[in-house]
């Protein structure tokens, strides 16, 4: 038996108690959902998207869910302190797929007509926009995991900025992953950003069980004329960890989005990235860090679709792979017939410090427009062995000269990162993690 036909069982049996613990707006989109996961499937090393991560068989195993909404009690003040020097944020929780506000966040006034909450609340209580932009840009009708979320997803959070409303404190969602059991998670996240809005949105994921866990996430944003986001993924889980997230984005005339994802400890990881420039100026920024050993794997996969004239995406990833490691990075940029002026760069940077370790990469280009400035480019290789030597006859130590080494090769990215104190954070979480230091998450007391 194929491993969808598993959940296809599974969301008939339980479809009352799904709905029941969810709302309207995110109950409407489950027979679709259902419908594309039975003529599509679950999504594996066959097809071209997925050719070196098997997503399927994450699923064969027996996952616990929770329909019923069993409350699973994290003490969310005792479990994680955000530790990020100069970082004050407005801190808000999920406890595996359901939304919690912490003090801070509860006693915090937000601007005027702004939502920043759950997302099965707002689907009851601000249905309008909730049905207006919900599973609008997630593609179902194609193999991924959209389907399967939206049939299983029960919460998440959403966040929505009106026009010209600027929220300058950072949002914070963080993602306590607990269970007594192997569990499988669904979450959900929704942006609306309205013209001239500006955000800025961290998103971490921590695990507190040593149980496995099979994490589903798709986000979707909605990027309005002239608004901004910045958007920071920090994955800090355990070796038995699997995340597969698909993130959405959709940017209107004159936008801007930059976008960062950061994989400092994980087990198996596949991010899926698709961006929709559809109006003239919007600027995109996509970077990403993966540092991973033993036999971790992360898969970045990105989709930059350009649609009009006088946009630009630039994509910038790195990975450090020890051990048997295996990584994999696929960047697409398409432009179309109408999209003259475009300007794309797009680059994957990679080193194997061990000849076990494995990384697969593809960038492409698919340009039907002529007047266009793009280009794009990989590697795969190991330390500058002459600047090893160098650092060597300088008295530096072989580690410590490792890790000066591998620290320089990320930095590029980390100065990408324009919110100040994080990157400050991520240059010290980086290098803990090179020297072996960080062996699960910092913020999460129990991981201690």
């Given at each position: 038996m194929k491993p969808e036909q598993n959940y296809i069982e599974l969301f008939n049996r339980n479809r009352a108690l799904i709905d029941s613990g969810s709302a309207g707006a995110m109950n409407a989109l489950r027979d679709r959902a259902l419908d594309c996961l039975v003529r599509h499937g679950l999504p594996h090393k066959g097809l071209e998207e997925y050719l070196h991560t098997d997503v399927a068989e994450w699923f064969g195993p027996d996952w616990g869910l929770?329909?019923?909404?069993?409350?699973?009690?994290v003490d969310m003040a005792q479990a994680f302190r955000c530790n990020v020097p100069n970082l004050s944020t407005l801190l808000y929780f999920l406890a595996n797929d359901e939304f919690a506000l912490s003090q801070t966040a509860a006693r915090a006034s937000l601007p005027e007509g702004v939502?920043?909450?759950?997302?099965?609340?707002?689907?009851?209580?601000?249905?309008?926009?909730?049905?207006?932009?919900?599973?609008?840009?997630?593609?179902?009708?194609?193999?991924?995991?959209?389907?399967?979320?939206?049939?299983?997803?029960?919460?998440?959070?959403?966040?929505?900025?009106?026009?010209?409303?600027?929220?300058?404190?950072?949002?914070?969602?963080?993602?306590?992953?607990?269970?007594?059991?192997d569990m499988m998670v669904n979450r959900r996240i929704l942006v609306v950003l309205?013209?001239?809005?500006?955000?800025?949105?961290?998103?971490?994921?921590?695990?507190?069980?040593?149980?496995?866990?099979?994490?589903?996430?798709?986000?979707?944003?909605?990027?309005?004329?002239?608004?901004?986001?910045?958007?920071?993924?920090?994955?800090?889980?355990?070796?038995?960890?699997?995340?597969?997230?698909?993130?959405?984005?959709?940017?209107?005339?004159?936008s801007s989005v930059e976008a960062d994802f950061v994989t400092l400890h994980n087990g198996r990881t596949r991010n899926t990235v698709y961006v929709t420039l559809q109006g003239r100026g919007a600027r995109l920024s996509?970077?990403?860090?993966?540092?991973?050993?033993?036999?971790?794997?992360l898969d970045n996969m990105t989709f930059v679709d350009h649609r009009v004239p006088e946009c630009t995406s630039n994509e910038l990833f790195k990975y450090v792979l020890d051990d048997s490691a295996t990584g994999a990075f696929a960047g697409k940029v398409l432009v179309r017939k109408d999209a003259q002026h475009t300007s794309s760069e797009q680059t994957n940077r990679n080193i194997c410090l061990t000849r076990s370790a494995r990384m697969f990469t593809q960038p492409?280009?698919?340009?039907?427009?002529?007047d266009v400035k793009c280009s794009h480019g990989a590697t795969v290789g190991q330390l500058d062995d002459r600047a090893m030597f160098y650092m060597r006859q300088r008295g530096i130590p072989e580690q410590e000269a490792r890790m000066m080494l591998m620290q320089a090769f990320v930095g590029e990215v980390i100065g990408r990162v324009a919110l100040e104190p994080l990157r400050d954070r991520l240059n010290r979480l980086v290098e803990k993690r090179f020297r072996g230091e960080l062996s699960q998450c910092e913020g999460c007391r129990a991981c201690r």
């Open positions: 929770n329909p019923a909404r069993i409350d699973m009690h939502f920043a909450g759950s997302l099965r609340e707002a689907a009851g209580s601000r249905p309008e926009i909730v049905e207006r932009y919900y599973g609008r840009s997630a593609d179902m009708d194609r193999p991924g995991i959209a389907a399967v979320n939206s049939m299983f997803a029960q919460d998440g959070m959403m966040i929505y900025v009106p026009d010209g409303v600027v929220i300058d404190k950072p949002l914070q969602l963080v993602t306590l992953l607990h269970s007594p059991v309205g013209r001239c809005a500006r955000l800025k949105l961290l998103l971490c994921d921590h695990a507190l069980s040593a149980n496995r866990f099979l994490t589903t996430q798709v986000m979707e944003v909605f990027a309005g004329p002239g608004s901004g986001l910045e958007l920071y993924d920090l994955e800090e889980t355990h070796n038995a960890n699997l995340r597969i997230s698909e993130l959405y984005v959709s940017q209107e005339q004159d996509l970077n990403g860090i993966g540092a991973i050993d033993r036999e971790q794997h492409q280009l698919e340009i039907y427009a002529d």
